[in-house]
């Protein structure tokens, strides 16, 4: 099927959030809450200490939405604009994956942000179990999940990738869905063994990345001092990126923490990196100067 068209399947899935189908908080109270987010600016609840702000990433300190959302009564504008439907309609058309393949399982969401993802997620999946760093945007989507009656689906945590190395994540998910984070981790390769030891044997892991159209297994290191849109003042910088793979360099990292059947491809349009990998069954990885040696 083409993209556009399962996108338009995913927008008819996505158009169930609105404030019409609230359960246990009014219109009103949730447009409030919602709106009274935007452009806070609130460091502390992030733990960061006076000295070290300067160094932190604008969208981690002050409050941006991320996806477009049509709620009924009023409308959000999301830095990532329709992304959450477009990223989901590309990994569908792209891989040996389709919507119904989501029916029965249940989902490790990363970096959820504002929950666009994770509510598109829940809209054609079993359940959904979403990671954010950030601790303001794990709340939101809580609140999203609460507010549209989906508790018993859908659990939001705070917490970062890397604290997912414990055996509470061990072989607990049938799908990883990870895209648009592993350019901004500083150790990548840690993560995908983290996500491919959080898969049950047959699972399988969806990744999106921005990178760079080679065809040697390269990546190029940005690092935090780069950005590229945006103003310091209104701490709406992009940027923040660390490794950014070509397809090939993905495909290697992916091998090596073990996946299987690994795609990689460069998508012109988007000027992005898709991957896909398999997890056959648990194997072994090299451990020598891996920076966190008691990895499963």
């Keep these: ?58 969208l981690s300190i002050k409050f941006h939405w991320g996806h477009n959302h049509d709620f009924g009564a009023f409308k959000m504008r999301g830095r990532m604009a329709d992304r959450h439907i477009y990223l989901m309609a590309n990994f569908l058309s792209m891989f040996p994956v389709s919507i119904d393949d989501f029916g029965s399982k249940k989902v490790f969401d990363i970096g959820c942000w504002t929950g666009g993802t994770t509510l598109l997620l829940a809209s054609f999946a079993h359940s959904v179990l979403a990671i954010e760093e950030v601790k303001k945007y794990a709340e939101m989507t809580g609140f999203l999940a609460k507010s549209f009656g989906l508790e018993d689906r859908v659990n939001v945590q705070p917490r970062s990738i890397y604290k997912c190395n414990t055996r509470e994540f061990y072989d607990q998910f049938d799908i990883v869905y990870f895209p ?97 990998g398999k997890k056959t069954s648990q194997v072994g990885m090299c451990k020598a100067g891996l920076s966190v040696s008691e990895i499963r």
């Design 1 to 58: 099927m083409e993209p556009e068209a399962i996108a338009e399947e995913l927008r008819r899935r996505f158009a169930q959030y609105q404030t019409a189908n609230l359960k246990g908080v009014s219109a009103e109270d949730f447009a409030k809450h919602i709106q009274s987010q935007i452009g806070v600016v609130d460091a502390e609840i992030e733990g960061y200490g006076a000295y070290e702000l300067e160094q932190q990433r604008d």
């Design 180 to 276: 648009g984070v592993i350019y901004h981790l500083s150790d990548p390769l840690l993560a995908l063994r983290i996500l491919f030891n959080s898969l049950r044997p047959r699972g399988f892991i969806l990744v999106e990345s921005a990178g760079i159209n080679r065809s040697e297994p390269f990546c190029r290191f940005d690092g935090s001092l780069i950005h590229n849109s945006g103003s310091r003042d209104r701490l709406n910088r992009g940027g923040w990126n660390w490794f950014m793979p070509s397809p090939s360099a993905l495909a290697r990292m992916m091998r090596e923490v073990g996946f299987d059947e690994v795609q990689t491809v460069w998508h012109d349009s988007a000027r992005r990196v898709y991957g896909y």
